[in-house]
DNA sequence: CGCGCATCTGACAACGTTGTCCAGGCTCTA
DNA sequence: TAGAGCCTGGACAACGTTGTCAGATGCGCG
């Protein structure tokens, strides 16, 4: 559970009920400061007018009201008109809450992604934003950082939300705590990486086909010795990125020297050490494949330093990457595209066919931009 | 699985409980595909059990239940054990929408901007998310689109979801639709940009100071002729860039040229067109002050392909921008920071102190990197 | 041994909405 | 003009939780 650390107190003492008499005091000596939160008379939501105070206002009975803001038939244009008057005066807006415990859908959807402010993750938020919006839901979502618990802690809040789906970007490779959530009816879809140890729709890039097409591009344009910086292996997408790379080396006929890998590469000054290692010394690479965006900015950086040509190929695009001389060559991975695409397989499960869990995986695009059509330097 | 002893009282008018047998009967009958909604037995939330059936399989009072879930003190540790064990063994989370309604409080808070897949809002949203954490709150979030009425919609929909407080990047520039919700209690912060007809908090970078700071900076460096490439005037961060421009071009004692100025470059093929229009012709520009991070991107690439060399300072700074050749200079603003700011000026307002509506502006700096250090080319 | 008190527990109402169902008034037809 | 049927409107319960309050239990002390 989310705890607060302040005195913002979500879980808020009911005010004691005051009469009409004593509010009209209170309002004049109340000073404004206090005023916000414990505004009176009438229900918790400050001073916010029910159905019920429509309905009074308007003449009507409560369920007519309803019907009114639901656009239901059955109601003549002259009542509609006199609802419509009283809605209006009040400034009456339906409670949601209310209606989602009634209703039981709540017509919202949870995102859990990694790092919202990461520019791969934008666009595929965007993307999940947009499909929610096209069947009418919103989208709530929370950043894991990358860990775990967080995502589980996350993930709950957001079933005890009772939203009604849930897309995932694991940070975690357990994910049985989803279960009973699922058992329930939280449809679910896993993005970007698989689910771990459950059985769920997920919906990835070709990781592994990427990383290989990547690499073997560089030994197309003659390189043997290829470094390759990824992060930690225990991340689905790195793992599968570094398998691509062996593969390809094993295609082309070449043992890998260990010393040509750099794994939990996290962050910047790491990876820059693997990178002025793998450059230097006897033999050093001519080549180096990046296993993520975030690790090719810090690569660009250090050969922008470096005397010798190096070719590069990242995964993932990034901005700009055409401008760069020499322009960055890339894997590019569609952040929309998976996104969408995890949405819709969300949103139909949610209307009602009860799929088999699948593993959709879109496809990857070279890019070539010059950086990794350099040959090899001596 | 219901336990054998538990039985429901007399005033329960809950549909009566299938027993084991028949609910696997069920299951084997009813096809998949009917399943995920309608299962049964029990309520409308899948099979989601309640605390009423925690309650019964403990053998213990709903309010105990409560109290359990709640960390509520005056139980004893042997009823807590039987109430968590009955909330494991049934996969029991409590239903939030529930509690919200009881309560008055939601514990989330509404996001309304313009697009999350601009990096500029990436950062942003993920720092207001970050405060929401520590006080305990979810985030949901929305895009605009610049589209005034999806502006309006959303932030209905989040207050009619109960949103304890809102936080807007305005597009639109009529808030008064926002006046009832503010009334009923609705905490509101504007970003970025200010609200318009209505008296709120609102945090903004010094969009003004900052734009003719950078100016000053190109005409520092002897430039005369300065182009201007901005959005809509109508957007006031735009206009406010403007404004800036105009201020240091006077300052400077220069008169602007009409034709040095691009207003309402919306997208890239506009941009474009500015761009090479003023850097052609008699007198052309010798300098370009881009007015976002999406004008900046285009001018580069257009000053890429350009033979005279053009100084540039852009506003919002960009990835990379130290990599390309030459960097770029850049009025930056801080993001995150305008995104703390207006969340923790909400949780203040939600604290229950009703401050005055503020105005807080944040600073922006300049950075050198080459691109406006460049002189005049003739 | 009985009384009072503290501690623990549970029945009940309420939060604001929607689904069900029935009443009353209307129109239409025989 | 009576009866059938339709249309509109409203009373009421229910959704799952929490606040209130009173009842039950056990214990210490007179």
Redesign the pocket.
Known sequence: MLDATSSYKP?D??P?PVDESDERQDRRIVPETTRRADRLP????GN?P???DV?ARA??????V?RV??G?????P??ERRVQEAIEALG?R??DS??V????RTASIGLVLEDLADPFYGPLSRAVEEVARAHGALLINGSSAEDPEREQELALALCARRVDGLVVIPAGDDHRYLEPEIRAGVATVFVDRPAGRIDADVVLSDNYGGARDGVAHLLAHGHRRIGFIGDMPRIHTAAERLRGYRAAMEDAGITVDERWMSLGATNPQRVRRAAEEMLSGTDPVTAIFAGNNRVTVTVIRVLAEHSRPVALVGFDDIELADLLQPGVTVVAQDAAALGRTAAERLFRQLEGTLLAPERIELPTRLITRGSGELPPAV
Chains 1, 2 share one sequence.
Not at 42 to 45: A, D, P, T
Not at 59 to 64: D, F, M
């Open positions: 879980t003492r009911a004691p009438g229900n918790r939501y916010r029910t159905m019920k309905a003449g009507v009975g409560l369920k007519t309803s803001v639901n239901e038939p059955g109601v003549t002259d009542t009456f339906r409670n209310a209606r415990l009634r209703k039981g």
